[in-house]
């Protein structure tokens, strides 16, 4: 892996039968860069993730990922991690956390061998990070939706990725563990992994990215948070007065009341009152 980067994306259009989800995205993600994709719902934020894992093929454009299509990633394909937004998993598939999260490894495995003792050990060890230990042995469909979002987590971290694709992973889970996400992400960061995660909370993500790109079908802004998460970026991508404000450790934001239900803020207005 020479590269600089580990994705990059030039003019890719994505389309569904006529519908035209992602418009002329050119966007580059540095190696060790945490990335948040903002953007209202049914912007794209899920289609481009799974452009980038080759899941969806572009109408146009190029898509190269550790410097190759990503159908041609061949046995890199396991150097990726990636946790779907909200896995409808049947609550009565009778399948263990355990296995759940070992399943992560068929990328390693290969679906003939079985599963060695070093991935029996990574399974465990992935669920220690996400805090799940003594959990490994239940049925996951009577896990909470929180503790089913942390074992999902533990499946993309099995395989150590060098490249980890989040897809709204802070979604529905309680503050608590919301954090210890965040911290298990910071720590990957450190160690240089690459990571894009999906977000709506623009306040809390910034905090950790080194980038937001912002998008509502095209790219809206691409850059630091501080520099790119304006009013006029804001407005833009949500189509509403909306604004960011930068100081102290964490930016907040500022909407007019009547938007905020429209992108999830509803809660906070409430709050306030
Ligand atoms: N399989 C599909 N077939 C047809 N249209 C689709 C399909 N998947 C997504 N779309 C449409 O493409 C657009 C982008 O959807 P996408 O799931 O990428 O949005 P998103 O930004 O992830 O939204 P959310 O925040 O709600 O998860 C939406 O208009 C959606 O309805
Ligand atoms: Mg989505």
């Known amino acids: 892996m020479d590269s600089e980067f580990v994705i990059e994306l030039e003019h890719v259009y994505v389309t569904y039968q006529t519908h035209l989800a992602v418009k002329d995205v050119t966007m580059k993600v540095r ?3 945490f990335l948040a994709l903002l953007g209202p719902n049914g912007a794209g934020k899920t289609t481009l993730i ?5 899941l969806t093929e572009p109408a146009s454009g190029k898509v190269q990922v550790f410097g190759v299509p990503p159908r041609s ?3 890199r394909r396991s150097w990726i991690g990636y946790v779907p937004q909200a896995t409808k998993i049947d609550p009565n598939f009778p399948i ?6 070992l399943m992560g490894r068929y990328g390693k495995i290969g679906l003939l061998r079985r599963p060695s003792r070093a991935d029996k050990e990574a399974t465990l060890r992935a669920l220690k990070m996400v805090n799940m230990t003594d959990h490994v042995d239940r049925r996951f469909g009577d896990l909470s939706g929180g503790q089913q979002q942390r074992v999902l987590v533990a499946r993309a971290l099995v395989v150590d990725p060098k490249l980890l694709l989040l897809d709204e992973p802070t979604t529905g889970v309680d503050v608590t563990t919301s954090t210890s996400v965040y911290d298990i992400l910071t720590d990957l960061h450190l160690q240089g992994v690459t990571i894009v995660m999906v977000s709506h909370d623009v ?11 912002c998008i509502n079908q095209s790219l809206v802004v ?9 009013e006029e970026a804001l407005s833009d991508m949500y189509g509403c007065a909306a604004m960011m404000f930068v100081h102290g450790p964490m930016p907040h934001m500022v909407v007019k009341k009547e938007m905020a239900g429209v992108i999830g803020l509803e809660d906070v207005h409430r709050r306030k009152e």
């Open 31 to 33: 190696r060790g860069e």
């Open 50 to 54: 799974k452009t980038i894992l080759g």
């Open 73 to 75: 990633l061949g046995e």
């Open 96 to 101: 263990r956390v355990f296995d759940i999260v």
């Open 203 to 213: 306040g809390v993500v910034s905090q950790y990215v080194d980038k937001v790109a």
């Open 222 to 230: 691409h850059g630091p948070p501080k520099e790119v998460l304006t």
